[in-house]
């Protein structure tokens, strides 16, 4: 059975007081807090396993790898990839993209296509731009809705033989709108090009699927999944993570280098160069078997929960409008209150122990079509309450009365 409480417990910070009020986080959109098993295992690396990875012969060495390789593992199962070799260790998410977006700006033409949406958080967005200024290829951008949803038809009509690459958002961000992947996916194929899924709103609240999905890129942050920061996967699927030409150059990647020419790792190495961020994603796994015992169907019911409880109470405030009003949503509300700036707001929350966003949430493309500056916004996790969410609204109403 579900069990909030017993969630809680695992969690340190969620016992902290801010500006004397419990803490009561509401920006899991932007990180979400690390389970006592997480910590411990940072810990426990840098006092009694600390070593590089990778052909140390060395006790502590092989200890060290063995125990990052296991999470590769481990993430491979999470997302049912077809090999183990099809996960790559990033920095985050955005790092995922850049490096796609780096490597395809070697092999796009002028004149080929590579599509986007306006809900695109910028990291989505920018690296597309860069690759495209590079290969003179040409940048198609997807609009959305009033209601921040994707405008399929007109990514039906922008689909076309130039088309080389999608790459779309599982889940927005600012919005929470849920994007229709799998019918992307389907109308994607039909054109032969590749896709790239964002899924760094997406890996801690659906049940994840590559092979099924037949998706050729994914990608997500472990921060956002109650793991470390700094530690990001891209999925590929083997053949085109081949094809590519790789990302940086240095230790690890190559296979034999002279003065003149190198050669390069099998994958996943080929895009690994220089030492990763060890402690990180050996405790990754943690946070992977974590979500494993509780269950992300569960998680997600229980958000999904949360989520309509705070649309109708966030609803009944008085000048307060919420930005995003898709018909698949996940646990992501953002909101704007008439004459109350979303920053002042977010102080004063602040000041009652609440922590949310406030802000474009690195979509000002979205903020522009909605033709606001910024917004509130809260987001949550498998740890939040209704009685979280009770305190907030009251706080908020406190906070509109008090900017007024």
């Known amino acids: 059975m579900y069990s909030t409480d017993n969630i809680r417990k695992s969690f340190p910070i969620l016992n902290s007081k801010v500006n004397q009020h419990k803490l009561v986080y509401l920006d899991n959109a932007a990180t979400t807090q690390k389970h006592q098993s997480v910590i411990d295992a940072v810990s426990q690396f840098y006092e009694k396993e600390n070593s590089n990875i990778h052909r140390g012969v060395h006790y502590l060495s092989q200890l060290s790898t063995n125990k990052f390789e296991q999470t590769r593992e481990s993430v491979k199962d999470f997302i049912n990839a077809q090999y183990t070799h099809e996960v790559i260790f990033t920095k985050g998410t955005t790092d995922s993209i850049n490096l796609l977006a780096f490597s395809y700006s070697k092999i796009l033409k002028k004149g080929d296509e590579v599509i986007v949406s306006e809900m695109e958080h910028h990291s989505n967005l920018v690296p597309w731009q860069m690759c495209c200024d590079y290969s003179q290829a040409i940048l198609k951008v997807i609009p959305i809705t009033s209601a921040g949803e994707l405008d399929m038809g007109c990514l039906k009509k922008e689909l076309n033989k130039k088309t080389k690459l999608v790459a779309l958002t599982h ?67 083997e053949e085109l993570l081949n094809m590519l030409p790789p990302y940086q150059g240095g230790g690890e990647m190559i296979k034999d280098v002279s003065i003149h020419k190198t050669t390069y790792a099998e994958l996943p190495h080929k895009f690994e160069a220089g030492t990763p961020n060890i402690a990180g994603v050996i405790a990754f796994k943690k946070a992977i078997d974590f979500i494993k015992e509780v269950g992300v169907e569960n998680m997600k019911e229980h958000e999904d929960l949360l989520l309509n409880y705070a649309t109708l109470k966030l609803e009944e405030i008085p000048n307060l409008s919420i930005i995003g009003t898709a018909a698949k949503k996940s646990g992501i509300i953002s909101f704007i209150v008439s004459g109350v700036h979303h920053y002042d707001l977010g102080l004063i929350l602040d000041k009652l122990g609440v922590a949310i966003r406030t802000g474009h949430h690195c979509t000002q493309p979205v903020m522009k079509k909605m033709n606001i500056s910024g917004t509130s916004r809260i987001s949550f996790a498998c740890y939040n309450t209704k009685t979280e969410l009770d305190y907030t609204v009251d706080c908020i109403k406190k906070a509109i009365k008090m900017l007024s």
């Not at 090009?193 to 990608?219: N, P, R, S, T």
């Open 171 to 237: 889940i927005s961000n600012s919005l929470g709108t849920i994007n229709p992947i799998e019918k992307i996916i389907e109308l994607t194929h039909q054109t032969d090009a590749k896709i790239l899924i964002d899924g760094a709103q997406a890996a801690a609240h659906a049940k994840l699927d590559v092979q099924k999905l037949d998706v050729e890129f994914y990608c997500f942050s472990a921060h956002k999944l109650y793991g470390p920061t700094g530690v990001g996967v891209l999925y590929g699927k």
